[in-house]
């Protein structure tokens, strides 16, 4: 009562003082509880160890919310050390009991094949039953396990009702999934409309991928009119979070001053930004910018270098940029769009 308020004020101490009365005296629902508050610093101090050794003495009297959590914590490496044999023990047991959280996680812990050998089916087994308690993790993994053939025969459609059900429920990864296949139309008829509304859902919640992915339908007016500002906003926002496509089509947007004032310099920083990271397109874009002066000091040899990276990923056009530098007059200046 007093951990949720109710018909006192509330207060955590005072809670963490009767749980830890009835902790003492074996009660497993206390042991558990008691664990929690500690799991969050709520009336005590966090502290992993202490919970887990709570969550313990619980899961030992077969309490299954406390075993889940116990497996969680060795899952982690939270409070006990990291072994995943150990959770996948742990989940068993609460899973065994109904606990859909555990079937959900003994599921993941399949389809990794981590502390047992990697089994689409057994994972699949495992979502099916957390998914059908109406768990929305367990119905994304189980939607993409289907999307992806992975233990089962692909099947989109089918893929796309359990995304459905998790996006329903507010998972923002099912909603840019189930927002994709409605954007090539898999598994359900192509509707840009509808693939923009999925899309701004997951992006409201701060998703990179649907942020980039609500950006690219504003710039290409697909299922919302074309708005490259827009564009260029949702793109800022998935770039802010690291996201490399997305930086490197906001370097697009302010190289040709579509959507935001040009500006070759801020172009090149997020060139950079996505270039650092591997993406090949962005190299290219980078070795363009120092092989004409936008933004950086002119520097052909720094050109070349990035070039060099994107054409060692195979892009055609840094290959062709690459051999131009080597066979023409360092004088060369490329056509900026």
């Given at each position: 009562m007093y951990e949720g308020g109710q018909g006192v004020p509330q207060d955590y101490a005072t809670a963490v003082s009767w749980y830890r009365k009835a902790a003492g005296q074996g009660l497993a629902n206390a042991q558990y509880n008691l664990g929690v508050m500690y799991e969050g610093g709520q009336g005590v101090s966090k502290d992993y160890a202490t919970a887990a050794s709570w969550f313990r003495q619980a899961a030992e009297q077969g309490f299954a919310n406390a075993q889940n959590n116990l497996a969680v914590m060795y899952e982690k490496g939270?409070?006990?050390p990291q072994d995943f044999a150990t959770a996948i023990n742990w989940y068993r047991k609460a899973a065994e009991q109904g606990v859909p959280l555990a079937q959900n996680n003994l599921g993941v812990m399949y389809e990794k094949g981590q502390g047992v050998p990697q089994d689409f089916a057994n994972a699949i087994n495992w979502y099916r039953k957390a998914a059908e308690q109406g768990v929305p993790l367990a119905q994304h993994n189980l939607g993409?396990?289907?999307?992806n053939?992975?233990?089962?025969?692909?099947?989109?459609?089918?893929?796309?009702?359990?995304?459905r059900k998790a996006a329903e429920q507010g998972v923002s990864l099912a909603q840019h999934n189930l927002g994709a296949m409605y954007h090539f139309g898999q598994g359900v008829p192509r509707d840009f409309a509808t693939a923009a509304n999925w899309y701004r859902m997951a992006a409201g919640q701060g998703l990179a991928n649907a942020q980039y992915s609500l950006g690219l339908m504003y710039q290409s007016g697909l299922g919302v009119p074309r708005d490259v500002a827009t564009a260029a906003?949702?793109?800022r926002k998935a770039a802010d979070q690291g996201l490399a496509n997305a930086q490197d089509?906001?370097?697009?947007m302010y190289q040709n001053g579509h959507g935001v004032p040009r500006d070759f310099a801020t172009a090149a920083n997020w060139y950079r930004m996505a270039a650092d990271q591997g993406l090949a397109t962005a190299q290219y874009s980078l070795g363009l910018m120092?092989?004409?002066?936008?933004?950086v000091p002119r520097d052909v040899a720094t050109a070349a270098n990035w070039y060099r990276k994107a054409a060692d990923q195979g892009l055609g056009t840094a290959k062709q940029a690459l051999g131009e530098l080597g066979s023409k007059s360092p004088g060369k200046v490329l056509t900026v769009m």
């Open positions: 939270q409070g006990v993409a396990i289907y999307q053939g992975q233990g089962v025969p692909q099947d989109l459609t089918i893929a796309a009702n359990w995304y906003n949702w793109y089509n906001l370097g697009v120092y092989q004409n002066g936008l933004g």
